[in-house]
């Protein structure tokens, strides 16, 4: 069964269009965006955030992540961001891109070393040097969305997306084309990927640990020294955020959340929550 999310984040007042959209972009966005929002967002598309002036804190999925302009931070659809701090002078540009653009912009990158690391790096510096490239770039977006009557806008915004990536967004990456990933680093990675698309119904470690064909207790073990967190803490903390976006950032009752997290009961899940947060559900959703 679907549910109605009401989100309490200050967003634009044409959001319904915006969401409707393949592909949306903003220039010139303050502080006050990211500065009243005090629980965690649950992106519903891929956003590229290009901050270009000030600072700005935030974790993403878990991790914490710290940007000081000029610098690149790529959200995935479903990532969980929570802002820490916001200077008073920050300055960012956002493309919003649908899933329909993401797939196809992944046709383009498919099997190059592009796209691995910009998974492996979901925040980057932006030399100084292609911040004129980046301006032309929303520049020539905007003026494509601003043909509308044009029969091959879609086709367009998604070659000029392409040419942006392969001719200036590689060049953030340039630093790590050379770095060696070790079989633990991308223990790491592989882990958290599958427990962020499978926390909500798998929650026992054996699962992961025969996905990635090692041992549990290996498996626990690499993550606790590589992240400071065990491997079922990991799946936790995924559990755990998810509960506090939907108690905090939607209209489900507490029932309906924890259904949705696959919980075989309301009262399993109030202690679960309760065990690992130190309140219970209720009391989280009514704290301030």
Known sequence: MDFDYHYNIDLP????????????????IGPEMFASLHEPVKFSATTW????????TAEINLINYTLEAPALLMIEKSQIMFPKYVSNDFQASVIVISRRYRD??????????L??????????????EIMPEIKRFF?????????????YQSQILLFQLAEFVFKTIYKCFEPYTKEIVSNQSRMVDQFLQLAQQNFKKERFLDYYAQKLEVTSKHLSR????????TATEWIERFVILEAK?????????????????NFPSQSFFGKYFKKITGMSPKEFRNSK
């Open 13 to 28: 007042d044409n959001l319904p269009t915006i969401l409707n959209q393949d592909f949306w972009v903003m220039e010139n």
């Open 245 to 261: 976006v939907l108690l905090k950032s939607s209209n489900l009752n507490i029932q309906q959340i924890s259904d949705q997290l």
């Open 104 to 113: 196809n912009l992944l046709l383009f990158m498919n099997n190059i070393p």
């Open 222 to 229: 690499t993550m606790k020294s590589q992240t400071g967190f």
């Open 139 to 151: 520049n020539d977006i905007s003026s494509t969305l601003a043909d509308k009557k044009h029969p």
């Open 115 to 128: 796209y691995s690391l910009m998974s492996r790096h979901p925040v980057v510096k932006v030399p100084d």
């Open 49 to 56: 955030i290009i901050v270009t002036a000030g600072s700005f």
